[in-house]
């Protein structure tokens, strides 16, 4: 079965990352370079930066109006006014024009009476240095301005040309080499044939290395081949200071990187106790930190995070990240092997005042559960879990701003949500809606755990044969209203063609059929079709096989993976196959009351309402809006 | 006394944001432009962006090992083993490889005994779709990827490749002119002559705009002349989305930037009750906006932020500043008017456990004080103050972790604090000092209210003839300790060539003197001397007059705006003055003993024992530092 590497070892997280601290503090020297100071904001100081003249560099009018010698002024009071006459007694000056001996005092414009051309007359006598700006008031020539080791800000680069200087010592960049690595890896740019993957990770690194202040350097990928990969990495050693490899880190047949780096190097650590992201390498080589990450897209995110960021940090000087830790309760248990430090993203959301933290998808493949996750919940090594209501330390990558005007919602899926979501914060900007896919049912157990603001729903009441209310009679007791959504068409998705020739739900038993979760309303439907026709789930095969959303399950009859799946005519239409009608359901948003008038929700309505949407809906088709946005209110 | 426009209004801030709002929100179009999804970090996308092809784009192992047709691994148990084919009942993958019809699970390697070249032995029957990335389990294609004006990070970046997306509109970012104004303005790169002021605010606001979005271009300073700065701004009319205009936006004799924008379009507004701040302009001119900002640079920031970047944001759609808001208890009562909202610099130190807010220097010209702030207490126009202890909102500028990590030293001033402070960044990174001159009794004051780590003092108790000890017994209850600091030489600070034939304290009665404020250790010494020969103060003009610091006396006197005054060697020698020494005194830091083990701490005494700063006490000349870094324990 070829060459396997099947000893990928299990480090903790914190001592892999102090071995290889260890192994590079000697090894890495931070260098300078002298740029204009216009070009600096952001970069950091490598030395202080003492002020090269003083500012104000003279005695300066503090006001408009007259400059005076102070002694000459005394004795005016209101009823006895002194005159003065210009350019003996008295000088024009505006703010910031020198004052100089034997001037020493300014009187304010509106403290002087004009008499003629060069004569005005003062109440009141003035005082030495009153309304002057000493030399050096805010800068003396030789203060330090800047520290070492500073993040130069828009402030710093103002006092830096008041103080003088046109040029600064900066930290360079370290300059990173990022190799794409695998035959089956193609640009995203080109064509992909059948078994190929579009590269995405070095894209990401490149970013990443951007964001904390380094230079990026993505190679186009290069194929499994022991040789060709030895050779860039080799040359790329020469030039660069940080070398990361992806992927091939961990202990396939295909998992060049570590036998590549034994032999250019020393790899200090292989295999990491972190979930996702194990499969990690930290080598040095020709004294130059080269890194291996996983090729999982959240797995290269955490590696990177974990593994590259200190590095870079230890080049570019950048010690001031702030992680914005906050406090949440988290909505549902979470259990976590002894094994490793997980990462579990989360999405958290303010509801009625407190922030919840929802877990998400745990796949390590899941790149898009990183985009809608709003940060991290960390789960420490020697923890094996935590229960449902306790408080944690979420890492946000979101900011708070943007989590306390979001709209939580979590329920059905239907592809109106995004829509809805895009129009809001389009039209409302700075506000967002967050939507996570869990069945109607699911998103009704989170409103009742306070961790959404609103549910869409589409459940079916088998007695009375009414959608939706009836279910929120029986489960709240708090006041609930219904924003109606839409009707919308449930049905077969089956392949173009319909080369089974599948005519309804009991054509099913002799086809590969994949199911909706548990508690999705369409699984509600699809159970409630099956018993009206007394039929046995188990002759269907892939009863058991669950799809997410309506999408996921339509992507997988589209490709062959199935023969048909119940969902919406909209997914049907999106992923190009056939449709057969079963019924037409109502797809609602139950909400509390108490949470009508939050200006999320009012956005909500108003777009829900509103022409544009409708308008998408029609383009889509299968969809019925005529009662959109109108609120029923239990009582 | 020429052309004054003495009426500036004072309109509360909120209204003349929303009067400019309002004047602006249809005239302000957010354009978008389509970039390579590679450039888009950190840009706004303008609309929804939708996945062009799913991830997996087919059925995908997730693990290493081999497919298999779940089928024909039915039966297979431990000790009943059952021989697979290759080709024939299974093909090898590694993770990530393609599994085709017919193969529909994946058996992982560590389970699969290898009998011979193309036969393997399990030992467990495979589930269907085990260990199977389904096609789309990521991203279904037509699925949303990133909503509209959302602010694009390096992992949107990787799920958009993997999306298909190489391309994607983002909000085109505003053109910013601006224009420097001012005959006394001159570029920082040239040699100023008397009464020229280096143009500095233009350049921080060129950096302002590039935080914020924009895309700056800043115009050389043009000199106070109505037809050019009319020209120049009605030819930026043409090409820029905004222009800014610095300074001559008040009413004094040369603020011609109101007629100016009054002849080229309308001002909305003249004056704001913002301190400091105050005489901003806000304007429209061929439907653009354009700003005119004062000229002292703590004005010039405070306006930027609260009118600038609001305009900034409805053209780049960047809603999503977090402004980072802590709540910290303030340091000394703050008085305001009502006539105004204030932004009131503050220092920020978390002292035993608590964050406390120190006001600075509420000049306008003090850019400084904005470097040296960590963040900004803002008092609401109707509110007449606020008391010591009272919880204040701080918007900070600085991150929580640097503010953590800051050893907070109040007290007396001396040029080897930013040395020492620079010594602790250098080598240990990620650690800070700040430090703020209140003079020694200050220092104590605020460390018996909690506000400081650490003390500098220089106090001579009359009595004992003893420095410090005396004042830390009497005043604090806690026990405290010394570390040791230097001995320095006090004397009076005179002009090059002594022209005033000064020969000690007793000819101070016949020159200009320039004196430290009250409190400082300086003071106090200068006070005893002239106690003990006997010499009136009121005698001495400019006794009442005050520096903040030994540098800022030493300027006055290098400015010939004194005669004399009294500092260290240090600032004389550092300013190019003469140097008459009065005597030595024990500059020294008091600490209450539970600091001395804080990190910082330990920092702080490493470098005042170092080598590297004796060396550089040396150069300056003037100290001592046998006993530097010493502790002594008051008992």
């Known amino acids: 079965m070829g060459k396997r590497n099947l000893y990928l070892n299990n480090t903790p997280v914190e ?32 030395e202080a930066v003492f002020a090269l003249c003083s500012s104000p560099m003279f005695n300066a009018a503090a006001m408009d109006g007259i400059a005076v010698i102070a002694e000459r002024t005394k004795g005016a009071i209101e009823r006895e006014p002194l005159e003065l ?161 992806n ?13 590549i780096l034994r032999e250019l190097g020393k790899v200090l650590v292989h295999g990491v106790a972190i979930k996702p992201g194990k499969p990690v390498i930290l080598a040095v080589a020709k004294d130059k930190p080269v890194i291996g990450l996983p090729g999982y897209p959240v797995s290269a995110y955490i590696g990177f995070e974990n593994f590259v960021k200190p590095i870079l940090t230890m ?68 923890c094996e879990g935590i229960e449902a209501g306790e408080s944690v330390t979420v890492e946000l990558y979101r900011s708070m701003s943007e989590i306390r005007h979001t709209l939580v919602s979590i329920g059905s899926h239907d592809l109106i949500l995004d829509l809805i979501g895009d129009l809001m914060s389009f039209h409302d900007p700075g506000i967002y809606m967050s939507s996570t896919h869990v069945g109607s049912m699911g998103g009704l157990m989170a409103l009742k755990r306070g961790e959404a603001h609103m549910v869409p729903i589409h459940l079916l009441d088998e007695e009375s044969g009414v959608y939706n209310l009836p279910y929120l009679v029986r489960l709240f007791q708090e006041p609930m209203s219904i924003i109606k959504g839409v009707k919308r068409i449930q049905g077969l998705m089956i392949q173009k063609g319909n080369p089974l020739n599948i005519k309804g739900i009991e054509d099913l038993t002799r086809c590969r059929y ?38 996921a399950a339509a992507a997988l009859v589209s490709s062959n993976s199935a023969d048909a799946a119940m969902g919406i005519f909209a997914a049907a239409n999106a992923m190009g196959l056939e449709f057969l009608p079963i019924g037409e359901e109502e797809y609602d948003f139950a909400v509390p009351v108490k949470y009508l008038d939050l200006p999320e929700m009012l956005s909500f309505i108003r777009v829900l309402k509103g022409e544009e949407l409708h308008h998408r809906m029609d383009q ?9 946005g109108e609120i029923q209110y239990l009582s």
Chains 1, 2 share one sequence.
Not at 24 to 34: A, C, G, Q, S, W
Request: glycine share 8%.
């Open 247 to 259: 992927a091939g880190s961990s202990a396939g047949t295909e998992d060049y990187t570590v036998h």
């Open 315 to 382: 080049f570019s000087g950048e010690y001031g990240y702030e992680s914005n830790q906050v406090k949440a309760v988290l909505s549902k248990r979470l259990v976590s092997s002894l094994k490793h430090k997980e990462y579990v993203r989360v999405k958290v959301g303010e509801v009625g005042g407190r922030l919840v933290a929802s877990p998400l998808s745990r796949g390590a493949g899941a790149a898009m559960s990183l985009v809608r996750a709003d940060g991290f919940c960390v789960i420490d090594q020697n």
């Open 85 to 245: 006459k210009k350019q003996e007694d008295f000088i024009i000056v505006d703010t910031g024009d020198p004052v100089k001996y034997p001037y020493d005092a300014v009187i304010m414009a509106e403290d002087v009476l004009e008499i003629d051309e060069s004569t005005v007359s003062i109440l009141e006598a003035a005082a030495p240095w009153q309304h002057i700006r000493p030399v050096g008031e805010d800068i003396v020539c030789g203060e330090m301005l800047l520290a070492s080791m500073h993040k130069i800000r828009p402030i710093d680069i103002g006092v830096l040309f008041s103080g003088g200087i046109t040029k600064i010592k900066v930290v360079k960049q370290p300059k990173v080499a990022i190799f794409p690595t695998g035959t089956e890896i193609i640009e995203p740019e080109s064509e992909p044939k059948e078994g190929d993957i579009l590269e995405s990770n070095s894209r990401m690194f490149e970013a990443m290395v951007t964001s904390y202040g380094g230079i990026a350097h993505r190679f186009p990928p290069i194929e499994d081949d022991y040789e060709k990969i030895k050779k860039a990495v080799s040359d790329a050693l020469v030039h660069y200071d940080i070398v990361i490899i």
């Open 620 to 628: 889509i088709g299968g969809y019925q809006y005529d009662l959109a």
């Open 15 to 46: 001592e892999a990352r102090i071995i290889y601290k260890n192994a590079l503090k000697d090894r890495i020297k931070m260098e300078y370079e002298e740029i204009p100071t216009e070009q600096s904001l952001g970069r950091i100081t490598t």
């Open 514 to 551: 994949v199911n909706r979760q548990r508690g999705a309303g369409t699984r509600v439907l699809f159970d409630y079709k099956l018993k009206l026709l007394g039929i046995d789930p188990l002759l269907i095969t892939g009863y058991g096989r669950e799809a997410a959303t309506h999408m």
